[in-house]
Nanobody, 121 residues
């Protein structure tokens, strides 16, 4: 079993910054791609940023230049640094990891429980 636990959400004024963390634990051999998604009220969940095990990153157009994603493979942790936040960034942020596990080296996606980010105008 694998668990992902997010932290770092909260309330911030527009223009401010927040750093989200997501730590994976459990029966992990290795972690492939890790990602952050978000879901605003009444909207579909959307992909915010991804990072491969080798460190290659991709971002949604709406956050390019303001958000960065990084990971610490030794700690099985992914981070999302969010700068110059805008009110439209208000959402529940979820981390996601594609985890390799078990004797047969199977992989599956796991999700965290989400952390609320609220940006006031």
């Amino acid at each position: 079993q694998v668990q992902l636990v997010e932290s770092g959400g909260g309330l911030v004024q527009a223009g401010g910054s927040l750093r989200l963390s997501c730590a994976a634990s459990g029966s992990i051999l290795s972690i492939n791609t890790m990602a952050w998604h978000r879901q605003a009220p009444g909207k579909q969940r959307e992909l915010v940023a991804t990072i491969t095990s080798g460190g290659s990153t991709n971002f949604a157009d709406s956050v390019k230049g303001r958000f960065t994603i990084s990971r610490d493979n030794a700690k099985n942790t992914v981070y999302l640094q969010m700068n110059n936040l805008k009110p439209e960034a208000t959402a529940v942020y979820y981390c996601n990891a594609n985890v390799l596990y078990g004797y047969y080296r199977l992989s599956t996606d796991y999700w965290g429980q989400g952390t609320q980010v609220t940006v006031s105008s």
